[in-house]
């Protein structure tokens, strides 16, 4: 399969979340940022999503619905947001299909080890198209970075 580009129609989405319900991307309107994550509870990962929860407020100003996404089950998503009060939907993509088809499961490196993880991406994805792919992202800033981008759209 080819990397997603901007442009590309997004991959179909359907994840069960945190509460027990289900997100469906095709049900969502507006402009919806898809973070995908390593892991729960993790450094990188815990400042990541309270900063989206931070500043939920000016993404819902902009319409904007956030959504995050990693391997973890959702069981560990509801303690990962209880432990850190987060306001933000917690997606299980538990058997990776959703990180397959967009391109971020893969091969890491840390301490010398190689392992398979998901790569930390954001995409945001407007009337059904990417509108916008930040790969290999570094936390710090890159929410504002988000915001800036969807206010500008």
Known sequence: ??????????????????????????????????????RDDTPGCTTEAIGFTDQLAAFAASGATILG?????????????????????????ADGDVCERYG????????GKVF???????FLINDGKIAKIWRKVKVPGHVDDVLDTIRAL
């Open 1 to 38: 399969m080819s990397e997603l580009r901007e442009g590309d129609t997004a991959p179909a989405i359907s994840l069960p979340r945190d509460g027990g319900s289900t997100v469906i991307l095709a049900d969502l309107r507006g402009p919806v940022v898809v973070y995908f994550y390593p």
């Open 69 to 93: 996404v990693s391997k973890d089950t959702v069981t560990k998503h509801e303690k990962f947001i209880a432990k850190h009060d987060l306001k933000i939907a917690l997606l299980s993509d």
């Open 104 to 111: 971020v499961w893969g091969e890491k490196k840390m301490y």
């Open 116 to 122: 398979m993880g998901i790569e930390r991406t954001t």
